[in-house]
């Protein structure tokens, strides 16, 4: 079994939806959770960094973190055909600093 | 304030050669992280280094090694190159020495390795 499970998708939404992106994770000692976008053949960019349990909100971008369901989402509002790309969780432990990521879902939102 | 940089961007190589590729960290990072990441799955965690010592390796043989240079610039090494070697490398950096926020890890655009 997989430390973070994600779906891979594709998951396809019209513009202007709200989409939902979830990971799963088995390490109850992650406590910073991060959300990468990754466009085809580039780097993944930060979007989101969250620090143990709570939400955070940047513009369109909300994160969740359920510590006690071992549950990560992020929500997109309005989404724009240009969200469209691959999204990837990461997490990380107090003390390592290397990340341990989900596999991505790829999103495609429709004009 | 320059991002991540990386090079080369694209590298072909036949098995059993050697490869080198090299990253720039960002401005006031002193953390390097290097990933490899295979079509259609996430990074996956190669090593760490931080002030020129590596800080943490992930289940990679020794094949994989690296360096990192005063100014905290990178080398990732590659020998005896495996066809399952082809895949995109990523290199990150991170701890800014002036905010501390050392778990947020920026990413290079990657080199595309492919082996022949």
């Known amino acids: 079994q997989k430390e973070v499970e994600q779906d891979p998708g594709p998951l396809s939404v019209p513009e202007g939806a709200i989409v939902s992106l979830n990971c799963t994770y088995s390490?109850?000692?992650?406590?910073?959770f991060m959300w990468y976008r990754q466009y085809s053949r580039k780097g993944p960019e930060l979007l989101m960094y969250?620090?143990?349990?709570g939400n955070k909100e940047d513009g369109r971008f909300t994160a969740q973190v359920d510590k006690s369901s071992k549950y990560i989402s992020l929500f997109i509002r309005d989404s724009q055909p240009s969200d469209s790309a691959t999204y990837l969780c990461?997490?990380?432990?107090?003390?390592?600093?290397?990340?341990?990521f989900g596999s991505g879902t790829r999103l495609q939102v429709q004009p | 304030e320059t991002g991540v940089t990386q090079s080369p961007t694209h590298l072909i190589k036949t098995r059993g050669q050697q490869v080198t590729l090299r990253c720039s960290s960002q401005?006031?990072?002193?953390?390097v992280s290097w990933y490899q990441q295979a079509l259609g799955q996430g990074p996956q965690f190669i090593f760490q280094?931080?002030?020129?010592?590596?800080?943490g390796r992930g289940n990679f043989p020794p094949r994989f090694s690296g360096l990192q240079f005063p100014n905290y610039s990178s080398e990732l090494n590659v020998n005896a190159l495996e066809l399952d070697d082809s895949a995109l490398y990523l290199c990150?950096?991170?701890?800014?020495?002036?905010?501390?926020?050392?778990?947020?890890?920026?990413f290079g655009p990657g080199t595309r390795l492919t082996v022949t």
């Open positions: 990150a950096s991170s701890g800014h020495e002036r905010t501390g926020r050392s778990h947020e890890q920026y």
């Open positions: 390490n109850s000692a992650f406590q910073y």
């Open positions: 969250t620090y143990s349990s």
């Open positions: 990461a997490m990380s432990s107090m003390g390592r600093r290397a990340l341990t």
């Open positions: 401005s006031g990072h002193n953390t």
């Open positions: 280094y931080y002030r020129e010592e590596e800080n």
